[in-house]
T-cell receptor
Framework: KNQVEQSPQSLIILEGKNCTLQ??????????LRWYKQDTGRGPVSLTI?????NTKSNGRYTATLDADTKQSSLHITASQLSDSASYIC???????????????FGKGTKLSVKP | EAGVAQSPRYKIIEKRQSVAFWCNPI?????LYWYQQILGQGPKLLIQ????????DSQLPKDRFSAERLKGVDSTLKIQPAKLEDSAVYLC????????????????FGPGTRLTVT
């Protein structure tokens, strides 16, 4: 069964500190992996998208890594800011016959709280 | 570029009542999705449209949920009658094309409608 598991479930850090969020998936075959940020009361917004051939992608202070062999990804946030407080969702898209993308499979998210 | 619009933002109803949500996708986007997001969970796909045709509604509880996208633009999701377990955020998303192999294939989400069933 295609699944996406994230850890930790929640995390509290002080402003200015770094943190790393983890994602393990069992989706196979695999097309791409995304990290979304979801602020409270808002829809998810894409941070990074990586295909199976990429192992790192950055977007400002956000850096995602991917190990397709172990089916693990991480999202590293550098020099956290109060505005980073949100849920971070790992999303995997399976690769269908013919190479097209299947429907997105969402993890439950990690709730990050950045305190002053 | 205007984003995905949804209304209402919040709705409180009693169980067994009916409710409808509206979504206007980004202009020109052919594909429209409705997701249900229960508190503490990731979004779950309910239905996917390509223009005005249904591509995937395998996870839509069809005994009580219905959706339409008659003119291939905006869409309505209805619940009739509502149950307590329908309390969730209903997200609408749109994308330019269906099932592309390009990594630029992206889904853009609206702000959601938070439904509370009492």
């Amino acid at each position: 069964k295609n699944q996406v598991e994230q850890s930790p479930q929640s995390l509290i850090i002080l402003e200015g500190k770094n943190c790393t969020l983890q994602c393990n998936y069992t989706v196979s075959p695999f097309s791409n992996l995304r990290w979304y940020k979801q602020d409270t009361g808002r829809g998810p917004v894409s941070l990074t998208i990586m295909t199976f051939s990429e192992n790192t992608k950055s977007n400002g202070r956000y850096t995602a890594t991917l190990d397709a062999d172990t089916k693990q990804s991480s999202l590293h946030i550098t020099a956290s800011q109060l505005s980073d407080s949100a849920s971070y969702i790992c999303v995997v898209s399976p690769r269908l016959y013919g190479g097209s993308q299947g429907n997105l499979i969402f993890g439950k998210g990690t709730k990050l709280s950045v305190k002053p | 570029e205007a984003g995905v619009a949804q209304s209402p933002r919040y709705k409180i109803i009693e169980k067994r009542q009916s409710v409808a949500f509206w979504c206007n996708p980004i202009s020109g986007h052919a594909t429209l999705y409705w997701y249900q997001q229960i508190l503490g969970q990731g979004p779950k796909l309910l239905i996917q449209f390509q223009n005005n045709g249904v591509v995937d509604d395998s996870q839509l509880p069809k005994d009580r949920f219905s959706a339409e996208r008659l003119k291939g633009v905006d869409s309505t999701l209805k619940i009739q009658p509502a149950k307590l377990e329908d309390s969730a955020v209903y997200l609408c998303a749109s994308s330019p094309q269906l099932g592309s192999t390009s990594i630029s294939y992206e889904q853009y989400f609206g702000p959601g409608t938070r439904l509370t069933v009492t």
